[in-house]
């Protein structure tokens, strides 16, 4: 069945490192790719988007990558801060059309240390 | 920042109490949506509606029921709550059109405990 998963349950960065998030993806028809941030009791916090006509998209210290050969999506996020601890979600369509029902990962934990 | 607003936030309630989770936006979406997530969980999704009076069931099953009488408005109901119920609630919206990449926007959340 469709799936989308992430390669690392939890990522450990230092302050100002790069951190890179991983997610792989199995439905070949999915078009639209979405990365959320989910903090301690709240709700998933939309970061970044990307078509599957884009290979990368970039936002404010965020950068999205899409390789659709291998069905692999990552998440790129610049001089890790603090404030990016989180639990990080993909999710794709399905290619469900205007539905726009999501299918979520499992989420990556990422822990910034000072 | 998104408009899209639950209540409660947090209940505690007895097993076979009736409970509504609310849910509200202002941003005028026509698409709006209920995912259910357990804690370091994914999320599923259980309802969804793309217009008033329109509700669908999710990929998630779920004993849970919806309505959509007002286009701001998607409140879900459990009419006898049981322990396994007990999970965050997540309500969510996004606009119309035709493109299958609306952003999905999500409310803060609504963490239910059954006892």
């Given at each position: 069945g469709e799936s989308v998963g992430l390669h690392l349950p939890t990522l450990s960065v230092q302050e100002g490192d790069n951190s890179i998030i991983n997610c792989a993806y199995s439905n070949s028809a999915s078009d639209y790719f979405i990365w959320y941030k989910q903090e301690s009791g709240k709700g998933p916090q939309f970061i970044i988007d990307i078509r599957s006509n884009m290979d990368k998209r970039q936002g404010q210290r965020v950068t999205v990558l899409l390789n659709k050969t291998v069905k692999h999506l990552s998440l790129q996020i610049a001089?890790?801060?603090?404030?990016?601890s989180a639990v990080y979600f993909c999710a794709e369509n399905g290619n469900r059309g205007a539905t726009n029902k999501l299918i979520f990962g499992t989420g990556t934990l990422l822990a910034v240390q000072p | 920042e998104a408009d899209i607003y639950q209540t409660p936030r947090y209940l505690v309630i007895g097993t076979g109490k009736k409970i509504t989770l609310e849910c509200s936006q202002t941003m005028g979406h026509d698409k709006m949506y209920w995912y259910q997530q357990d804690p370091g969980m994914e999320l599923h999704l259980i309802h969804y509606s793309y217009g008033v009076n329109s509700t669908e069931k999710g990929d998630l099953s779920s004993e849970s029921t919806v309505s959509r009488i007002r286009t701001e408005h998607f409140p879900l109901t459990l009419e006898s709550a049981r322990p396994s119920h007990t999970s965050q609630y997540l309500c969510a919206s996004s606009g119309g059109g035709?493109?299958?990449?609306n952003t999905i926007y999500f409310g803060e959340g609504s963490w239910l405990t059954v006892v």
């Open positions: 001089a890790t801060q603090p404030g990016d | 035709q493109s299958s990449g």
